[in-house]
């Protein structure tokens, strides 16, 4: 494997903030164009389950959960974000990534994790649908990318474990 999924450090935000960008270059992975200062992105994300996929020093991809909403109703849902380096994508690195923060969500209270992609993002639908999600629903030309307007996916999945009763 030559990685290992562990907690995200302060750090290592110089190689994670890279990989964003590696995504935002893609024009499939999200609507933001840049990638935010640390602490910004910090506030933005849970504090846990923030994880990357390290060898030795070298972050070969991330992933974290955002919450959904501040209302308390909502507080077991979050919403994943799952980024692998451009020269490391298709060796398995996102499915451990997504599979780790699964985990990391249900051990933390987490009882639905929601996922936001680009209908044309297929390795990324596949992977999360691999993964036990659901697609819920198509949001059409939900908002506009270098002026055209896209498409969303949303995909679901429930826990088996966290918020049963």
């Not at 990685?3 to 590696?22: G, N, P």
């Not at 451990?96 to 987490?110: D, F, P, W, Y």
């Not at 994790?113 to 297929?122: H, S, T, Y």
Request: proline share 2%; hydrophobic share 45%; aromatic share 8%.
């Amino acid at each position: 494997m030559g990685y290992q999924v562990v907690a995200m450090l302060d750090q290592d935000w110089e190689q994670v903030s890279q990989i964003y960008l590696e995504g935002i270059a893609t024009g499939q992975a999200t609507f933001e164009t840049t990638a935010p200062a640390w602490q910004q992105w910090q506030s933005a994300h849970l504090p846990f389950a923030r994880l990357v996929a390290r060898d030795g020093d070298l972050i070969r991809g991330w992933a974290a959960l955002s919450p959904v909403s501040s209302r308390t109703a909502y507080v077991g849902v979050a919403e994943t974000s799952v980024y692998v380096a451009q020269a490391h994508r298709r060796k398995g690195i996102a499915r451990s990534l997504l599979t780790a923060l699964i985990n990391e969500a249900e051990a933390n209270g987490i009882w639905t994790l929601q996922a936001v992609m680009f209908a044309e993002n297929e390795a990324s639908v596949a992977l999360h649908k691999q993964c036990g999600f659901r697609e819920v629903g198509r949001r059409e030309r939900i908002s506009k990318l270098n002026g055209i307007w896209r498409d969303t996916l949303l995909l679901e999945r429930r826990s088996g474990v966290v918020g049963l009763q």
